[in-house]
């Protein structure tokens, strides 16, 4: 069944060019079904961008997904238009009293901050603590999910000599875990980030385990089973043009970056890239949302009871 957005957000004409099926308001009215509540908080700068990729992967699946789209309340975006965030997006002091079957905090391209020098740290803090009783499963992703098990695990992001950058070989560490299923032994993920977590401090935790791995940046996915959380370092969801986006940019602005590996044919950026992921992209997220489905309560007021 389709993911259920408004029609006039950016993302539904874009996934239904794509053949991702979308519903509207009076369609899911009419099936007696009980839609899975999922929550973006997106932390993001370009916020359509993020929204599409987002309710790409979440809306394969045969489950019908409520999105809602949610913002911090004392942040004021200034790359996307105030038009948009009012018509799309509630801030986090409205959606508090609700439940959520799952929720997704994404990266923010903070990196060179310590946690607490950010400006809504405190109130993401406060976040964190409402998905336990508020939220029956979290995805943090890349700097969200960073902070996230800093917040609850101690576990210190460190900066890297050189930016991450490009599509990078992992491998599969817990083929029997619901997250992996279908999952290759050997596989590429996009990375783009100038920090990490190291693996001796994950592994320090005996609450953390590490799920995916790669040679030549580390730990990836991380399922944190006390929070109920998974901890997503790296970009699954990103389009097929996303990392060759970040690296125009920081050409145009004159800024040192090396051609993202392992992402043009040949390493030759005046290529088309070539998308090796997408597959593993979708398996991911719809493993994580049928793992909600098959564990969160029948009635959505007894999430957190």
């Known amino acids: 069944m389709p993911i259920k957005i408004p029609q006039t957000l950016p993302a539904h004409d874009v996934l239904l060019s794509e053949g991702v099926m979308v519903m509207s308001e009076e369609t899911a009215a009419r099936q007696d079904i009980r839609p899975l509540q999922i929550g973006l908080l997106n932390l993001m700068p370009k916020k359509a961008e ?41 801030p986090f002091s409205k959606a508090r009293p609700r439940k959520f079957d799952g929720l997704i905090i994404t990266g923010a391209p903070i990196e060179h901050l310590d946690f607490d020098e950010v400006t809504y740290y405190a109130e993401l803090r406060e976040i964190f603590e409402w998905t336990q009783t508020n939220v ?51 596989f590429v993920v996009p990375v783009s980030r100038w920090t990490e977590m190291r693996e001796a401090d994950i592994e320090a935790s005996p609450d953390l385990v590490t799920l995916m791995h790669s040679p030549d940046v580390g730990a990836c996915l991380v399922e944190d089973v006390k929070h109920r959380a998974l901890y997503m370092f790296n970009h699954l969801e990103y389009d097929s043009e996303t990392l060759k986006g970040e690296y125009d940019r920081d050409v ?22 070539e998308n090796r992921w997408r597959s593993h992209g979708h398996l991911l997220y719809g493993n994580w949302i049928n793992q909600i489905y098959q564990t969160t309560k029948f009635r959505l007021e007894d999430i957190g009871g």
């Open 136 to 186: 029956h499963h979290t995805m943090g992703v890349c700097w969200g999910g960073m902070a996230m098990m800093n917040h609850f695990h101690g576990v210190h992001k460190d900066m890297l000599d050189a930016k991450a950058f490009g599509c990078f070989r992992h491998r599969n560490l817990a083929p029997a875990s619901p997250y992996l299923r279908g999952f290759s032994d050997d």
């Open 252 to 273: 145009a602005n004159g800024e040192p970056i090396n051609v993202p590996i392992n992402y043009y044919p040949g390493d030759d950026p005046n290529q088309p890239p």
């Open 50 to 90: 993020t929204e599409t990729q987002f309710a790409r992967v979440i809306g394969a699946t045969p489950l019908q997904i409520d999105l809602t789209l949610i913002r911090m309340s004392g942040h004021e975006t200034r790359n996307t238009s105030a038009r948009h965030m009012e018509a799309f997006y509630q």
